[in-house]
Structures are given as C-alpha cells and as structure tokens.
C-alpha cells in the first residue's frame, strides 16, 4: 500500500513539474537533477550503508518506496523549487518557494519513518532538518551558478 | 548491515579504475571542441548519472547484484568510478554528432557501444572492480546499457531540436 502512495505521489509531482512554466532550460534542469540525484544518493548511502545511522527495511515494498522517494521524488522536489526561484525575483515569492519545498520533504521523509520504510539509529529530525537544508542550499547554489553563466550557443562551438 | 570485504589494498581494481578516469578525461579535453560547456558537462554529468543510479538501486538490497570495488560498503573509490563513467558518455554522443549518424544507422551504433560496455565490464569484473552476486551475470547489463544509451540520444535530439527553434 505504501509504494502504491508513494508512486501516485511521484506521478503527481511529476504532473505539476510538467505542467509548471519552467524558466530553466532542458539542458539546465536536466544538469540540476543529475547534481542533485547525485549527491542525495551518496548522503544517503552513506548514511545508510557506511555509517549505518538509517536502516533501510528489506521487504521488497518497503525497498522500493525507498528508491522511489531517494531516486525521484526528493530531486524532482529541488529541481521544482529550482524553476520556481528563478521564476520570479520577488524574495516572498521566494522565501516561500523554499519553505514549502523544505515543508514537503519534511512531511515525505516523516511519512517514511512513521510507515517504517527506514528506521533511525543514533539519528532524528534534527539531523534531517539539517541534512534537507544543506540539499536545498546545495540546489540553489547550483541553479544560481546555471542561470548566472546565461545561455551559451551551440553555434560557438560547432566544428 | 553486513559489510563484506573482497581485499584491503591499492591495487588492480583501483589502478583500472583511475587510468580510465584519466584516460578518458584527457581524451575529452584533447578532442576539439563540439559542444557548448554546458552541454559538454550534461553529457559528462549522464555518465556519471546512470553509472551511481544502477549501483545505487541493482547493486542494494534488495536486489544486491553487485558490489563494486573492495567493499559492499560505499567507499571513495566508488565515487570516483561513477566519474570514470562520465567520459564514455561524453564519448558516445560525441562520435555520434561527429558521424551525423541518424536514423537506422542509429541501431548498429547503439548495439556497437553496447558491446563495447560490456568487454569494458568485463575487463573491470576480472580486475576486481565489480563483483558479482545471487545469479547476476555479465551480459545481463547488456539491454540496461542499450536503454541508457538510448536515452542519452533522446537527450541529444531534444537539446539540438530546442537549438533549432
């Protein structure tokens, strides 16, 4: 039942990715999910497998709810705050973009512990809080450093 | 969890891992130039994507087909064998704006670099780099390569598509 939630809210923040207006180009959001895939991943692994502070249940549910929240729904929630910051140059509109972005991951990582998909050992919301916030950090400082270069021609490069 | 070990040194695992790192990085500064920066670190960035992404999910338990280099645990070296990744990508897409290969002749050249992949993870499986487990076999990665290549050339159109309008 539970991956059944979680993959129905995957295809709904999909759906709202999609429908959003993105101000960031393809090639940007895509270098943005990879950045982001790539070092949500590894916290988390380490975590997990080296330092073993999250426990991980095994049962074949509960181990794919996982890959589903760590592999696609928590990048695609940075990558949604990504476009909506660089939307509108408001600092509110901002403000507020970042907080519902770090509300929900809050609220899905809460959903996971209550529902038993991963188990903290010597580890609490604290550090969750401040793990999502050095992920949101991370996030913007990679968009502010994609959208601060401009657009660059294919044309200048071509041989 | 459990770590297993396969051995506690520096040796043919970690070298074929850092001279292909090498390698490969020097050829894609030394090739000329044929994409923006941007583009250029997309493509890099999909090697290394795809690389972390099946070592992350086939390679854990549940599934737990492979460990890869001297533990199951996630070490550094690990790390910088998503990075030896990021050339073949960058590679791939390169010979294929190059060649301007396009349409059937697309099949052949997919099919080629899978081959490649797979006599490249097997090179990697005999020194050490991978390791495989509960009935995983070589070849089993051969469709995951055509797929991810696939997808990599998907990429490719839609971004020269998007130049074009």
Redesign the interface.
């Known amino acids: 039942m539970i991956l059944t939630f979680f993959i129905s809210i995957a295809w709904l923040i999909a759906a709202f990715f999609w429908a959003l207006s993105k101000p960031l ?4 959001n ?2 943005l ?3 982001n ?2 070092f949500i ?2 916290t988390k ?2 975590l ?3 330092v ?1 502070l999250i ?2 249940s ?3 549910e509960y ?1 794919l709810t996982y ?1 589903v929240w760590r ?1 696609f729904l928590d990048p695609m929630l940075l990558l949604i705050a990504a476009n909506l910051v660089t939307k509108n140059r408001k600092m509110s509109w901002k403000v507020t973009t970042i907080s519902l972005t770090f509300f929900t991951m809050l609220l899905l990582k809460y959903i996971i512990v209550r529902v038993k998909v991963v188990t903290f050992i010597n580890f609490n919301f604290l550090y969750v809080l401040i793990m999502y916030g050095c992920f949101l950090l991370f996030n913007l400082l990679v968009t502010h450093f ?1 959208t601060r ?1 401009g657009s ?3 044309e ?4 | 969890m459990k770590i297993t070990e396969y051995d506690h040194h520096f040796n043919a695992n970690e070298w074929f891992v850092l001279i292909t790192l090498i390698l490969g990085f020097s050829l894609v500064f030394l090739l000329p130039r044929r994409f923006s920066p941007r583009e250029s670190i997309l493509y890099l960035l999909y090697g290394m994507f795809s690389g972390k992404f099946f070592d992350h999910t086939i390679s854990l338990k549940p599934f737990d087909f492979y460990d890869v280099n001297d533990a199951s645990s996630f070490q550094f070296m690990d790390f910088i064998s998503y990075a030896m990744y990021a050339p073949f990508g960058y590679i791939f897409i390169y010979l294929f704006d190059k060649f301007h290969i396009k349409r059937w002749v697309t099949i052949p050249y997919i099919l080629f670099w899978s081959v490649i992949a797979i006599v490249v993870e097997y090179f990697a499986t005999k020194l050490g780099v991978y390791h495989y487990k509960n009935g995983y076999r070589l070849l089993f990665g051969f469709p995951i390569y055509l797929v991810n290549q696939s997808i990599l050339i998907w990429i490719y159109n839609k971004i020269k598509r998007g130049k074009v309008h």
């Open positions: 180009t393809f090639a940007d895509l270098i999910w990879f950045v895939s790539i991943v590894c692994t380490i997990t497998l080296n073993g426990k991980v095994e049962g074949y181990a890959l592999s994609l270069g660059d021609t294919y200048d490069y071509r041989i």
